[in-house]
């Protein structure tokens, strides 16, 4: 079974500050450094590194080399991954806190040029049962979820960031939602996460629902009861790409068919690890890293 991540490729400017930039404040950074991101390419690494055989596709500019390198370096297959030699390519740029805790600007670039006939291009080498992995930083969500789930492909979302364009789209056809209580509360309508989980049930009956909780750890319904688990004793350094590397893990811990509780502990663990390494790519861990390390649970 393949997994094709479909989505966002960033050149992550990161600033390491004292505090988040107020209004009106002009504040020097204490160091930066250039990262390869964006939550596509983040997710397709951590689904690999995880241990599944995965495919991303997205779109760069001629700027952007180094974000296929970092994926061919990582053994993702990139032939679907497109260059646009006109725009520039997705970026971000990110505020890192004392506390590793991260603020952070987009621009879509090339993540958002990405036309329908290349959408088509794309999920011609895919068949029923694979699956595709979607996050909400590039175009013609709409259109992605449909054809996908046309073919038979799982969808496997990851509404962030959300907005109300993602809420148009037919969020039915999602087989797994791997999302923060914000994203579930915009989607139910419902704060209250385990009111959420039964509105999406409701609206959704067949889909998995994975809810992350920050400090309180995640929950994960998986179509009869809700799991917990909490989160791993971490110096925090660099939050981005957590989010990511729990995504990855989660989903190749769902097709791998491990027990609940086992893949809500390698997600949590991962990405407590990715956090406690600056970059977003290049924080994720591999499995063999995630199974070595002891950490304690909060
Ligand atoms: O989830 C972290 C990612 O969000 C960063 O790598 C940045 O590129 C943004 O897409």
């Known amino acids: 079974m393949k997994i094709l991540v479909f989505g966002s490729l960033n050149v992550d400017r990161r600033y390491i500050v004292d505090h988040f930039v107020q209004p009106g404040e002009t504040l020097s950074s204490l160091s930066v450094g250039t990262f390869s991101g964006g939550k596509g390419l983040n997710q397709a690494i951590a689904c690999k590194k995880a241990g599944s055989d995965v495919y991303m596709a997205g779109k760069i500019g001629t700027d952007g080399a180094f974000l296929l390198a970092e994926l061919k370096d990582a053994d993702v297959v990139t032939k679907h ?11 971000a740029i990110i505020q890192v806190d004392k506390n590793g805790q991260n603020c952070i600007i987009l621009y879509g670039g090339t993540n958002r040029t990405i036309s ?4 088509d291009e794309v999920l011609a080498d895919f068949d029923a049962g694979d699956i595709i992995l979607l996050q909400n930083e590039i175009n013609n969500m709409d259109y992605i979820i449909t054809k996908a789930s046309e073919k038979g492909m799982l969808v496997a979302l990851n ?6 364009a993602l809420l148009e789209c037919d969020l039915a056809k999602v087989t797994y939602f791997i999302m923060n209580e914000i994203e579930a509360a915009a989607i139910a309508g419902d704060s209250d996460p385990e009111k959420a989980v039964e509105v999406l049930h409701a ?4 889909s998995k629902i994975v809810i992350t909780l920050g400090g309180d750890g995640s929950m994960f319904f998986d179509g009869e009861k809700i799991w917990r688990h909490g989160i791993y004793k971490v110096k925090a350094v660099d939050t981005t790409a957590a989010g990511d590397t729990f995504t990855g893990y989660f989903l190749n811990g769902l097709l791998e068919g491990l027990q609940p509780l086992e893949i809500m502990s390698l997600a949590a663990k991962a990405s407590a690890i990715a956090v406690s390494q600056p970059g977003a790519a290049d924080s994720i861990p ?3 890293v995630v199974l070595a390390t002891q950490l304690e649970l909060k």
């Open 81 to 91: 991954v497109f260059i646009d030699e006109k725009e520039m390519s997705g970026h």
């Open 116 to 119: 329908q006939e290349e959408v």
């Open 159 to 164: 509404p962030s960031p959300m907005d109300d």
């Open 203 to 206: 609206k959704y009956p067949e």
């Open 286 to 288: 591999t499995k063999d």
